[in-house]
């Protein structure tokens, strides 16, 4: 069965450190998006991506994130100086507009564990 | 009300115990609806989706109320794999972002 991969599984950088996070998409899904969940609270929306652009942004997801899509199957999360409180499990997502529903059902990917010290 | 609001729990029953979960969202005009399925430190897993009055697999059933804006779900027959914190979960936003519920812990015990 097709999923949704992440990598690292777990990053641990400085505050005040850019960080990476990689995902790479089920294969023909079109919609793109990244979550966060911080310990012991819920998941959060962060940005959602289709067509190579930002289609819409949580208040979370400030100047210093960034995503992009470097070529036909990573999507990527840039935290560009990270703080004490961007530590939380990053997660990618994806799905595909012609499975007919009405709102198209989001596959997650295991996450990432980043921890800022 | 809040976006999407569920009772903590946690729920603690017996193997073999029926029990029912409740989620009450505030967008009225969220036509789909899911629950999803958190293990502890582990990604969110769809369960169920719900686009009408409800749907029904196997111990699970999902019913959604448009007119109290409610949506549950029914877990017949609980196993012990069945402990898990139940994400309600709606689409909200124009690109199906998807807001959470703070989840509902399920302890299933001998």
């Known amino acids: 069965e097709p999923e949704v991969t992440q990598t690292p599984s777990h990053q641990v950088t400085q505050m005040g450190q850019e960080v990476i996070l990689r995902c790479v998409p089920i294969s023909n899904h079109l919609y793109f998006y990244w979550y966060r969940q911080i310990l012991g609270q819920k998941v959060e929306f962060l940005v959602s991506?289709?067509?190579?652009?930002?289609?819409?942004k949580s208040e979370i997801f400030d100047d210093q994130f960034s995503v992009e899509r470097p070529d036909g199957s990573n999507f990527t999360l840039k935290i560009r100086s990270t703080k004490l409180e961007d530590s939380a499990m990053y997660f990618c997502a994806s799905s595909d507009p012609g499975q007919g529903a009405i709102e198209e059902t989001q596959y997650f990917g295991p996450g990432t564990r980043l921890l800022v010290l | 009300r809040k976006e999407v609001e569920q009772d903590p729990g946690p729920f603690n029953v017996p193997e073999g115990a029926t029990v029912a979960f409740n989620c009450t969202y505030s967008n009225s005009a969220s036509q789909s609806f899911f629950w999803y399925r958190q293990d502890c430190r582990k990604e969110p897993k769809l369960l169920m989706s719900?686009?009408?009055s409800g749907n029904e697999d196997g111990r699970f059933t999902a019913q959604l109320n448009r007119a109290s804006q409610y949506i549950s779900l029914l877990i017949r027959d609980s196993k012990l794999s069945d402990s898990a914190t139940y994400l309600c979960v709606v689409p909200t936003g124009t690109a199906s972002k998807l807001t959470f519920g703070t989840g509902t812990r399920l302890q299933v015990t001998l």
């Open positions: 719900v686009y009408s």
């Open positions: 991506f289709y067509n190579n652009e930002i289609s819409e």
